[in-house]
């Protein structure tokens, strides 16, 4: 599969002229980083890590159930960042499509995902997917209720614009909220009450030293 084909096939390869105006003209992460906070965003962190763990903890079997909770659901990433973890994760799932919600590096992101696709090749299942350059919150909005299941890695309150600002996403990931789906937050402060919560830790692969915390949530 070409490049050509994997755009035309998975998702837009041009994004809006807001996010290059804001974000796609800073080759720098650290500019991306100040553009942020100058537009009272947040903080454009990067990511990677948090999800890498997840992808690897799942794939390993330390954490199956979230693998089949998420096979045949939608899944949105919130706050994706810039590696094709939460893509990977979803296509091993078995997931019915993937999108990634990335406000500060969609057009990274993007080439990511197409990337790995063409480097697995026919090791990694192919799922439909999309990158949208949005916030999570005004996206969330967006969605119908009941439809989703939603992955959170590394939304830690210090990269959130503000407290009030998490209670909102927290309400919005209730609502939309699939009944058979699954919220899956590692190493995030978003915390949704009135959930079910499962809680696990595991130690990372590549650094047995490091633990890391997983929440599975789902409606009663």
Same mark, same amino acid.
């Given at each position: 599969?070409?490049?050509?084909?994997?755009?035309?096939?998975?998702?837009?390869?041009?994004?809006?002229?807001?996010?290059?105006?804001?974000?796609?003209?800073?080759?720098?992460?650290?500019?991306?980083?100040?553009?942020?906070?100058?537009?009272?965003?947040?903080?454009?962190?990067?990511?990677?890590?948090?999800?890498?763990?997840?992808?690897?903890?799942?794939?390993?079997?330390?954490? !199956?159930?979230?693998?089949?909770?998420?096979?045949?659901?939608?899944?949105?990433?919130?706050?994706?960042?810039?590696?094709?973890?939460?893509?990977?994760?979803?296509?091993?799932?078995?997931?019915?499509?993937?999108?990634?919600?990335?406000?500060?590096?969609? !057009?990274?992101?993007?080439?990511?995902?197409?990337?790995?696709?063409?480097?697995?090749?026919?090791?990694?299942?192919?799922?439909?997917?999309?990158?949208?350059?949005?916030?999570?919150?005004?996206?969330?909005?967006?969605?119908? !209720? !009941?439809?989703?299941?939603?992955?959170?890695?590394?939304?830690?309150?210090?990269?959130?614009?503000?407290?009030?600002?998490?209670?909102?996403?927290?309400?919005?990931?209730?609502?939309?909220?699939?009944?058979?789906?699954?919220?899956?937050?590692?190493?995030?402060?978003?915390?949704?009450?009135?959930?079910?919560?499962?809680?696990?830790?595991?130690?990372?692969?590549?650094?047995?030293?490091?633990?890391?915390?997983?929440?599975?949530?789902?409606?009663?």
């Amino acid at each position: 599969m070409t490049k050509h084909e994997i755009s035309e096939f998975f998702g837009p390869e041009s994004l809006p002229e807001e996010f290059e105006h804001n974000f796609g003209k800073h080759r720098d992460r650290r500019t991306r980083l100040d553009a942020s906070r100058e537009l009272g965003l947040g903080f454009a962190a990067p990511g990677g890590n948090f999800t890498k763990a997840l992808f690897e903890a799942v794939m390993s079997g330390l954490a !199956d159930e979230i693998k089949s909770a998420l096979e045949g659901q939608r899944v949105v990433e919130l706050g994706a960042g810039m590696t094709a973890y939460g893509y990977a994760l979803a296509a091993s799932s078995g997931a019915r499509n993937y999108l990634a919600v990335e406000p500060f590096y969609a !057009d990274v992101l993007s080439k990511s995902i197409c990337e790995r696709i063409r480097a697995r090749n026919e090791l990694l299942p192919r799922i439909p997917f999309k990158v949208l350059p949005n916030d999570m919150l005004e996206h969330l909005k967006s969605e119908g !209720d !009941d439809l989703i299941s939603i992955v959170a890695c590394g939304i830690e309150n210090c990269i959130l614009p503000a407290e009030k600002y998490k209670r909102k996403v927290e309400a919005e990931v209730i609502r939309t909220l699939h009944p058979e789906g699954v919220f899956i937050s590692s190493h995030s402060d978003i915390d949704p009450q009135g959930l079910q919560v499962t809680e696990k830790w595991f130690r990372r692969l590549e650094n047995p030293t490091v633990q890391d915390r997983i929440r599975i949530y789902r409606k009663p």
